[in-house]
Each structure stands twice: as structure tokens, then as C-alpha cells.
């Protein structure tokens, strides 16, 4: 077992693990909708699949909303 930090929580987690698996693994709701930070940098979403998480990685799963217009 490996451990990681996932939105600020220590997890401990099976290796070998991708980013796409642990949102699978972390439930995460509309993961078509969230972004993520592996270790303070951004991924692209096409590296989800393939980019491999190791031992002390931190990740954070951001979900960005976007705001509307007050008209008075």
C-alpha cells in the first residue's frame, strides 16, 4: 500500500493506480466536470488514463462553477 494525499486527506491506496482509476475509486461526482492537480500542476484530461500516481503524490480534485449576472 502506498500513501497519497487526495483533497488534503492521507489515503492509502494500491499501486499501480492512475488518476482516471482513483476518480472511479473516490466516487467523484460529474468527473467529466472536474479538474485535477497532481502535485501543484494541472493535468490535461487526456493524461488522466495514463498519468501513474506514486507513493507521497498530492492531488486535488477541483470542480470550477462558473457565476451569473444580478440584473437590478
Known sequence: ????????????????LTVAELLQQSDVQQPDMVSVQLNEEFLERNEFPTQQLQEGDEVEFLYFMGGGQVYV
Request: proline share 6%; glycine share 6%; net charge negative.
Open 1 to 16: 500500500m502506498a500513501k497519497i494525499t487526495v483533497n488534503g486527506e492521507v489515503q492509502e491506496v494500491q499501486l499501480p
